[in-house]
């Protein structure tokens, strides 16, 4: 069974840091990784989603890397902002199944 | 383009009591997902369609949950009885046919079993 772990579970940086949250799996047979941010009462908003085939994606100030042979990924936030303050959830879609798997998610708070 | 709707946004009910949370995916899109996060967990999977058709199921206890997708568009999830373990948010995402494709979440209904 995938396992998904984030570490580290909560992170409170001052504004203008950069910063990075990690998630490991424990199957390497995946399809594709993909994070998410969740803001509190709402739902999850894909970030960005890895094929397995792929090294790494970038999306404005966000680049998440993907190592699937050690069942590792990071998620890269540049020069972050109070506006980044929220829940950030790694998910991985197995070869197997059509069920992501969650991590219980790593929440973010930018202090002004 | 409309995103994924859901109602009620909030829901208390009495142990024992029946609920019933209604999803509306983005126009178009084949592939229907109902999840459930307990608070400070991730989301889980309960059950997936694919149009009509459900896909997988294997995590929705069978016993008090059942969910339904009418004529390929909207869907509601029903738990009967509930149980205090069943305090959670519920979330509903769609996404186009493909595996793999990016799924697009609601805001999610939060129950409260007291």
């Known amino acids: 069974k995938q396992e998904v772990t984030q570490i580290p579970a909560a992170l409170s940086v001052p504004e203008g840091e950069n910063l990075v949250l990690n998630c490991s799996f424990t199957d390497s047979a995946i399809y594709n990784l993909q994070w998410f941010r969740q803001d509190p009462g709402k739902g999850l908003t894909s970030l960005l989603l890895?094929?397995?085939?792929?090294r790494e994606q970038t999306s404005g100030r966000l680049n998440a890397s993907l190592d699937k042979s050690s069942g590792r990924s990071t998620l890269y936030i540049a020069a972050s902002q109070p506006g980044d303050s929220a829940t950030y959830l790694c998910?991985?879609?197995?070869?197997?199944?059509?069920?992501?798997?969650f991590g219980k998610g790593t929440s973010l708070l930018v202090t002004p | 383009e409309a995103g994924v709707a859901q109602s009620p946004r909030y829901k208390i009910i009495e142990k024992r009591q029946s609920v019933a949370f209604w999803c509306n995916p983005i126009?178009?899109?084949?592939?229907l997902y109902w999840y459930q996060q307990i608070l400070g967990q991730g989301p889980k999977l309960l059950i997936q369609?694919?149009?009509?058709?459900?896909?997988?199921d294997s995590q929705l206890p069978k016993d008090r949950f059942s969910a339904e997708r009418l004529k390929g568009v909207d869907s509601t999830l029903k738990i009967q009885p509930a149980k205090l373990e069943d305090s959670a948010v519920y979330l509903c995402?769609?996404?186009?046919?493909?595996?793999?494709?990016?799924?697009?979440f609601g805001p999610g209904t939060r129950l409260l079993v007291l």
């Open positions: 890895i094929q397995s085939s792929q």
């Open positions: 369609f694919q149009n009509n058709g459900v896909v997988d």
């Open positions: 126009s178009g899109h084949a592939t």
């Open positions: 995402a769609s996404s186009p046919v493909g595996v793999g494709e990016t799924q697009y």
């Open positions: 998910a991985v879609l197995p070869n197997s199944g059509y069920a992501l798997n």
